[in-house]
């Protein structure tokens, strides 16, 4: 099984900053790698897939670049919609499709 | 509308059976695989089970492998996940996905807004 580690697990930070988030593999998943949004009380939202091809309809603030075992996933200018928490998945190698435990950000 | 809407979640105590379903709208059903996906209150993401479009592709994580069943009926657009000998660690909220192909090997690009199960005496 392939095990996905997201560092930070909790990032403060201010609207209009621009962050990072981190995701690893524990072997290479290739580009077969996404990141969701979830917000609270709902669905997780697709927002990236192909490791850097954005979602329909995901503002071009969000990127996502990497491949192999080391993914990053910017927001170029934090809106006050975007804290929520961030999950990466590998669907290279499955079953199982992994999940990362998940990266929340929050309003410094 | 594009959309999937799951049923069936409740109350059930250890050992006992429930079955889950998830209604899919506003799309063609038997083009797309269909997963399921749970999260335990608080907690990440996790795989449940997946098939394909036309059911002979089906994967199980293994801690519900031999007790949970997915199934899929193309017919009334509709997929199902029958849960047997529930346990207190499969409390979670239980989301229906579905693939961006016919195929199980995909990232899920549409999901409900799930369907709460508690496994309690």
């Known amino acids: 099984e392939i095990v996905m580690t997201q560092s930070p697990a909790t990032l403060s930070v201010s609207p209009g900053e621009r962050v990072t988030l981190s995701c690893r593999a524990s072997?290479?998943?290739?580009?077969?790698l996404a990141w969701y949004q979830q917000q609270p009380g709902q669905a997780p939202r697709l927002l990236i897939y192909g490791a850097s091809i954005r979602a329909t309809g995901i503002p071009a603030r969000f990127s996502g670049s990497g491949s192999g075992t080391e993914f990053t996933l910017t927001i170029s200018s934090l809106q006050s919609e975007d804290f929520a928490v961030y999950y990466c998945q590998q669907y290279n190698n499955w079953p199982p499709y992994t999940f990362g435990q998940g990266t929340k950000l929050e309003i410094k | 509308e594009v959309q999937l809407v799951e049923s069936g979640g409740g109350l059930v105590q250890p050992g006992r059976s429930l079955r889950l379903s998830c209604a899919a709208s506003g799309f063609t059903f038997d083009d797309y695989a269909m997963h399921w996906v749970r999260q335990a209150p608080g907690k990440g993401l996790e795989w449940v089970s997946g098939i394909s479009w036309n059911s002979a592709s089906i994967d199980y994580a293994d801690s519900m492998k031999g007790r949970f069943t997915i199934s899929r009926d193309n017919a009334k657009n509709s997929l199902y996940l029958q849960m047997n000998s529930l346990r207190g660690e499969d409390t979670a909220l239980y989301y229906c996905?579905?693939?961006?192909?016919?195929?199980?090997?995909?990232?899920?690009?549409?999901w409900g807004r799930g369907t709460l199960v508690t496994v309690s005496s």
């Open positions: 996905a579905k693939a961006p192909s016919s195929s199980v090997n995909w990232y899920f690009d549409l």
């Open positions: 072997q290479s998943v290739s580009s077969n």
